[in-house]
């Protein structure tokens, strides 16, 4: 009897090749090559498009090293993200360019007259139709005729005897880049200030102020002095003086408050004011946050 025996040999083979795509000679440097030349209609590479929260879903070793994806955040910024296995961490290569995306705006245009409060206490629709800011009267110094209210699409203010506070409400920062904040500022009337009293000066009967401070993530409020060369060491905008002397003069700086730079989760805006004669006045408007 005549017995055949078939041995099957099992090899393992490792072969080294590039890949072209749309050619037949790829880059001696690539291991894959992708002729882009639109003759056909088409060309490029098409990236995988994740959100960040499924990129954080991406199985990653330190072999993911190099592995890109085109990252869609949920603030509208768009990256294109490499992972560095050495540092476990995805490591942006470029960013898109947005147009800064308003976060917070305020133009007082849309409340009725005489919104606000007054030496009576609240006017107007405040606080019923107001939610994006709210007026804190420090020491209850309003007199009778004495108010903080909207008029003809600005916030107004006159005869404060003493400190009032305006603070926006608590606005979500989070998730863009270098956030930024405007506000327009102005007066009328014998504002004056005398820098010697500024030991009294929410007392003094004297000196009229505007400051500008914000808070981040709830922390303390960090004013801005000397905005623009026309305020002091301790207040953002102050009227014009000479140094030493009473600084009585008609005169304020009209000013666009700005500033820049600023992250975290949420922001506050304060913007306290005092003036001390029912012929002076400020005038906030135009309370707008920026970010990228």
């Known amino acids: 009897m005549k017995i055949t025996v078939t041995f099957l040999l099992l090899l393992s083979l490792t072969i080294n090749a590039q890949v072209g795509i749309n ?50 955040y949920t603030s509208g910024v768009r990256c294109l993200e490499v992972y560095d296995g050495l540092q476990d961490v995805w490591q942006k290569i470029n960013c898109l360019n947005l147009d800064p995306i308003i976060l917070y705006s305020e133009d007082f245009e849309s409340y009725s007259s005489g919104t606000g409060i007054n030496g009576s206490g609240d006017s107007g629709d405040y606080p019923a139709s107001v939610s994006k800011w709210t007026l804190n009267d420090i020491y209850g110094s309003l007199a009778s005729s004495d108010y903080v209210e909207t008029q003809s699409g600005v916030l107004e203010i006159n005869d404060t005897n003493g400190p009032i506070e305006l603070d926006t409400q608590s606005i979500n920062i989070s998730g863009y880049s270098n956030i930024s904040f405007s506000i327009d500022l102005s007066g009328t009337g014998e504002l004056e200030y005398n820098p010697s009293l500024h030991s009294t000066d929410d007392t003094n009967t004297v000196n009229d102020y505007i400051d500008v401070s914000y808070s981040i993530d709830g922390g303390a409020f960090v004013t801005i002095t000397d905005f623009n060369g026309n305020g002091t060491t301790h207040h953002t905008l102050i009227p014009y003086y000479v140094s030493g002397g009473a600084g009585s003069a008609p005169f304020f700086p009209d000013d666009t408050v700005t500033l820049t730079g600023l992250s975290g989760s949420t922001l506050v805006i304060r913007v306290r004011f005092q003036n001390w004669s029912g012929d002076e006045f400020f005038y906030v408007d135009n309370i707008i946050v920026t970010g990228n």
């Open 23 to 72: 050619t037949d000679l790829p880059n001696a440097a690539s291991a894959l090559d992708i002729y882009g030349q639109n003759t056909v209609g088409y060309g490029g590479l098409s990236i995988p498009l994740v959100t960040e929260s499924q990129r954080g879903l991406i199985t990653t070793t330190l072999q993911s090293e190099g592995t890109i994806v085109f990252v869609s």
